[in-house]
């Protein structure tokens, strides 16, 4: 429980246990049992109010947005996201993007009507996401046990990762849609290098998680401009001649992908594991 140190002044009830507060000039959102029951605009909240949460939503549009998804979620069920959202935050010791009340709590609520309709969505990150976002995926894993716990819904591992990828956005800026686009890139190179091997490669091996895990870096190195040195180019470029073309392949991919040029330092870091891949295939053949 938290306590409300200044009274406050009702600026929207939106419904029984939410309402939106202007408190010290700002407007917060106070959770709590019955908190919102025959509130009106313009209404005290006197200081010492005891209330299960507060988030500030700062941004009108989300605040917008925000309301909208409280009107289509049920009140109980918008109470166990904010559980979700709560342990996430206090796990990670740190602030949440505000959009994470929004996009979270509308995904899970039309996640797990799919579940109950039996319309299970095939994640194609998913292996990217479990190497990628380890620690957001073992949230996410807890987000699912809540779930379980709360309201007997089993949430499959897609789903999962899905719910990793909104943790993961909100605490890089909000963009979904950055995160989701490095868990595409990650996958489409990923069958790149498949295809010109003509090989499978397994997503449980080490060779695997340390690959994707060079283009998570790989990408945000390119978008901050902070090159990586490779004092080894001509050796590589000589000894793993495929590997190399397949490397430079890939950061054609890179670079348009992300509008940024790919330095050979990177393309050579890139060929060296693509060989790994092609030796790992040779040894078990």
Not at 38 to 65: S, W
Request: hydrophobic share 40%; charged share 30%; glycine share 4%.
């Amino acid at each position: 429980m938290k306590t409300i140190i200044n009274s406050g002044i009702v600026v929207q009830s939106y419904n029984n246990n939410i309402v939106c507060v202007r408190i010290d000039g700002k407007e917060k959102i106070l959770f709590s049992k019955g908190i919102g029951f025959g509130r009106r605009f313009g209404d005290k909240i006197e200081e010492g109010t005891e209330v299960e949460r507060v988030f500030v939503i700062e941004d009108e549009d989300n605040l917008k947005n925000f309301k909208q998804v409280i009107e289509k979620v049920d009140e109980d069920f918008f109470n166990v996201c904010e559980k979700i959202i709560t342990s996430i935050s206090e796990e990670l010791n740190e602030e949440l993007n505000e959009r994470i009340h929004i996009g979270l709590t509308d995904h899970l609520n039309f996640a797990v009507k799919r579940i109950a309709n039996k319309e299970i969505i095939e994640n194609p990150f998913l292996m990217e996401i479990k190497v990628l976002y380890q620690t957001e995926y073992m949230l996410a894993k807890k987000a699912a046990k809540i779930l379980k716990d709360e309201i007997n819904v089993i949430i499959p591992d897609g789903e999962i990762g899905l719910i990793a990828l909104h943790i993961h956005s909100a605490r890089n800026s909000g963009m979904l849609s950055n995160t989701i686009k490095n868990a595409y890139l990650s996958n489409m190179i990923i069958e790149y290098v498949e295809k010109k091997l003509k090989i499978k490669i397994d997503k449980n091996s080490l060779d695997y998680a340390r690959f994707v895990t060079h283009i998570r870096f790989a990408i945000k190195r390119m978008l901050i401009d902070s090159p990586v040195k490779n004092d080894f180019i001509w050796e590589i470029k000589c000894k793993y001649k495929l590997s190399y073309s397949i490397a430079k392949d890939v950061s054609k991919v890179l670079g348009e992908r992300l509008e940024k040029k790919v330095s050979k330092d990177e393309i050579a870091y890139l060929a060296m594991h693509i060989e790994r891949f092609r030796m790992a295939t040779i040894k078990k053949n």
